[in-house]
């Protein structure tokens, strides 16, 4: 690829969620992860859903075998996530009353942030908390968390973390930070003034996670991400790209030319964020067309299939990955 002037010699570690059904039965899968990435997050297995089917025992199977898997190879893990409005059990979507819900958030992080003390570098504590028109009477997702616990679950998800894990390094984790209209400089606006309430009552928070699933049809507010990340760095916060793929559906078929926009909407992304501040990592949401939640959640209208990742679905190098390179 072009080298960018933006591109400074310091390389910014890159990774990918990693997802364990296909990490076992696809050893290229595996490969591509020992080649590509100094960061590995395991996909779902950290989630509500995974550990806590049965309520009263915690199955770390998955997460166990991905661990494992990244220590092996010397790579750094990210953790997603310890609390979320989805991918919970049913037993989770059904608690009533606020005591249940502190008793059962602090549990959980207690034991998952214990089990892997040391070893997962960074957690992405909260995820998607923030409303997502908050122009539309914000700021918060509903979600059980929020229904029963109010604003304070974030204070009770970071409190928690940080009392178990004080080395960790804990982020707020959301999407939608970079779209050109007024509802994602709302959502930037929350996160700011979620952080900074945080840090006012002395929870500790070190940084913003942007999912960033980039919606190839809309572009990106280049201005608006500068602006956000001197608002980070004024705060003293870290910025880090945590979920990054291409959502290409409303694109044409024509697989070069997806491809050859997909890059160019990274790079536009990219370069917009790492000019204001470099990012702590940069992480795809995995690395293969052959494997991506776009397929499901975003599925196109013609026989054509999604192109969202640096990798086609045959493991040969996009057009995006020579701009993700330009970083590393
Ligand atoms: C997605 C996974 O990729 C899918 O495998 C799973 O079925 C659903 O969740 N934002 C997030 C991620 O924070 O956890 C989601 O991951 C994608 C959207």
């Given at each position: 690829?072009?080298?960018?002037?933006?591109?400074?010699?310091?390389?910014?570690?890159?990774?990918?969620?990693?997802?364990?059904?296909?990490?076992?039965?696809?050893?290229?899968y595996?490969?591509?992860?020992?080649?590509?990435?100094?960061?590995?997050?395991?996909?779902?297995?950290?989630?509500?859903e995974a550990l806590r089917h049965d309520r009263p025992r915690f199955d770390f199977s998955g997460a166990d075998e991905l661990v494992a898997f990244a220590e092996a190879n010397r790579k750094v893990l990210r953790g997603h996530t310890l609390l979320w409005g989805e991918a919970l059990p049913n037993w989770a979507r059904e608690m009533t009353t606020r005591a249940e819900a502190e008793r059962e958030l602090v549990n959980h992080i207690e034991i998952v942030v214990d089990r892997y003390k040391g070893r997962i570098a960074t957690w992405d504590v909260v995820n998607e908390v923030i409303k997502y028109d908050p122009t539309e009477g914000g700021p918060w997702r509903d979600t059980i968390w929020q229904r029963l616990l109010g604003p304070e679950h974030v204070d009770i998800a970071f409190?928690?973390?940080?009392?178990?894990?004080?080395?960790?390094?804990?982020?707020?984790?959301?999407?939608?930070?970079?779209?050109?209209?007024p509802g994602a400089a709302a959502r930037r606006k929350v996160a700011l003034d979620i952080c900074r309430r945080l840090k006012d009552k002395g929870i500790p928070v070190h940084g913003v996670g942007m999912q960033a699933h980039l919606y190839a049809d809309k572009g990106i507010d280049v201005d608006g991400l500068q602006r956000f990340m001197r608002d980070l760095d004024e705060l003293g916060l870290d910025v880090e790209i945590t979920e990054l793929d291409v959502i290409d559906w409303k694109l044409p078929a024509d697989a070069a030319k997806r491809d050859k926009t997909a890059a160019a909407l990274v790079s536009t992304f990219l370069d917009a964020v790492v000019s204001a501040k470099r990012p702590k990592a940069i992480v795809t949401w995995g690395l293969t067309d052959r494997y991506s939640w776009v397929h499901e959640t975003f599925p196109?209208?013609?026989?054509?299939?999604?192109?969202?990742?640096?990798?086609?679905?045959?493991?040969?190098?996009?057009p995006m990955m020579a701009v993700l390179e330009r970083y590393r």
């Open positions: 690829g072009t080298d960018s002037a933006l591109a400074a010699a310091r390389p910014i570690p890159f990774g990918s969620a990693a997802e364990i059904d296909t990490f076992r039965k696809d050893a290229r595996r490969e591509a992860l020992k080649r590509y990435c100094d960061v590995i997050v395991p996909m779902n297995d950290l989630k509500w409190r928690t973390a940080a009392r178990v894990d004080p080395k960790a390094r804990l982020v707020l984790n959301d999407f939608h930070f970079e779209e050109p209209v196109r209208k013609d026989s054509a299939r999604a192109r969202p990742l640096p990798l086609d679905a045959d493991y040969r190098q996009k």
